[in-house]
């Protein structure tokens, strides 16, 4: 994965109003969770502050996937951006949360998907559908890629692609495996090209 470098401002008053303040500033409001956010019990807790939009734009607006180099107050950590909310009706980021990631401990990330190749099926006249955007995998940070590539040039009118069909080194897919990735569908120029086909074997 690509890094960021990112600083944050520890924040210590809570609730929607504090949020809504923090917001008029030019700052988003984030936590951070993780293996080694506990609180004075020992409890799972997260740890809050917030970022400047301007320094977190470009890891918000891409489909990239990176690993964040955070910085909280001099504390430092790497995590992963895990969830995002927009406002309903502005689309403006509202709240991010990040999780602190640690070598040794499997993560689950969304990875990009990208196609090579020139499907069969185009080629004979269908028309080629991505319906996933992105897969769920599992592994330790460091084994996790930019992109997940899938090779679509044995792929015929009328086949699809499922996750289960797919593997890659060192990861475990976790996006269900009947899930449909891509297919090719056949068009009218297809079924033209089919029938005629048939009427000359006629």
């Known amino acids: 994965m690509k890094e960021f470098s990112l600083k944050g401002t520890e924040r210590t008053a809570g609730g929607k109003k504090a949020a809504k303040i923090l917001r008029t500033t030019g700052a988003i409001p984030c936590n951070l969770y993780g293996c080694n956010m506990k609180d004075a019990d020992g409890k799972a807790a997260a740890k809050s502050f917030s970022v400047k939009f301007e320094d977190v734009r470009k890891l918000i607006y891409?489909?990239?996937i990176f690993l964040v180099n955070l910085d909280i107050d001099g504390?430092?950590?790497k995590a992963v951006m895990k969830e995002l909310q927009f406002h309903p009706v502005k689309d403006n980021v509202l709240h991010i949360d990040f999780y602190q990631i640690a070598e040794e401990k499997p993560i689950v990330m969304a990875?990009?998907?990208?196609?090579?190749?020139h499907a069969i099926g185009v080629r004979e006249g269908g028309a080629?559908?991505?319906?996933i955007r992105k897969l769920k995998v599992k592994a330790t940070?460091?084994?996790?890629?930019?992109r997940l590539t899938i090779d679509i040039t044995e792929l015929g009118i009328g086949k699809s692609i499922i996750v289960g069909d797919l593997s890659f080194e060192g990861l475990e897919i976790v996006t269900p495996k009947q899930a449909l990735v891509c297919a090719v569908k056949a068009t009218r120029n297809s079924k033209a090209a089919e029938e005629e086909a048939a009427t000359e074997e006629a």
């Not at 940070?141 to 930019?146: A, F, H, L, M, S």
């Open 111 to 117: 990875v990009p998907v990208v196609y090579t190749g």
């Open 128 to 131: 080629f559908r991505s319906l």
């Open 141 to 146: 940070y460091d084994k996790i890629p930019e």
């Open 75 to 77: 504390q430092t950590c």
């Open 62 to 64: 891409t489909p990239e």
